[in-house]
Nanobody, 126 residues
Framework: QVQLEESAGGLVQAGGSLRLSCAAS????????VGWFRQARGKEREFVAA????????YYADSMKGRFTISRDNAENTVYLQMNGLEPEDTAVYFC???????????????????WGQGTQVTVSS
C-alpha cells in the first residue's frame, strides 16, 4: 500500500507560480507511475500531468503544457508539480495519485491510479 500526502496549496495571484509536492510512504515508490489530477467546484476531476516510473516520460493535459512541470525524486519518495503562469481557471483541489506502472499503464486515465492523496486547494485570484 502506498500512502500519499500533498503539501499545502495556497492562494496566488494570476500569473504567479506555485509548487506542489506529494510525499509517498509505504511500498517501493519507484515502481509506480505518478500523476496529478484536479477538480474544480462543480466539475469532474480532470487529468493534469503524469510521469512514468523512470521519470523519463511525462504526460500533460493540453492546457497545462508549457506552464506546468511534473517531476519526481525517487530517493525522497516525492513528486512535484511546478505550476507557472497560473490563471483563475486553475483554481481547484489538486490530487496526487500513484499506480503500479506497467507496459500498458494509461497515464492520463483516472481509474488507472489506485492510490490517492487527500487533495490540496489551489486558488488563483484575478
Amino acid at each position: 500500500q502506498v500512502q500519499l500526502e500533498e503539501s499545502a496549496g495556497g492562494l496566488v495571484q494570476a500569473g504567479g507560480s506555485l509548487r506542489l509536492s506529494c510525499a509517498a510512504s509505504g511500498r517501493t515508490f519507484s515502481n509506480y507511475a505518478v500523476g496529478w489530477f484536479r477538480q474544480a467546484r462543480g466539475k469532474e476531476r480532470e487529468f493534469v500531468a503524469a510521469l512514468d516510473w523512470s521519470g523519463h516520460n511525462t504526460y500533460y493535459a493540453d492546457s497545462m503544457k508549457g506552464r506546468f512541470t511534473i517531476s519526481r525524486d525517487n530517493a525522497e519518495n516525492t513528486v512535484y508539480l511546478q505550476m507557472n503562469g497560473l490563471e483563475p481557471e486553475d483554481t481547484a483541489v489538486y490530487f496526487c495519485a500513484a499506480g503500479l506502472d506497467s507496459g500498458r499503464f494509461r497515464y492520463t486515465v483516472e481509474y488507472e491510479y489506485r492510490h490517492w492523496g487527500q487533495g490540496t486547494q489551489v486558488t488563483v485570484s484575478s
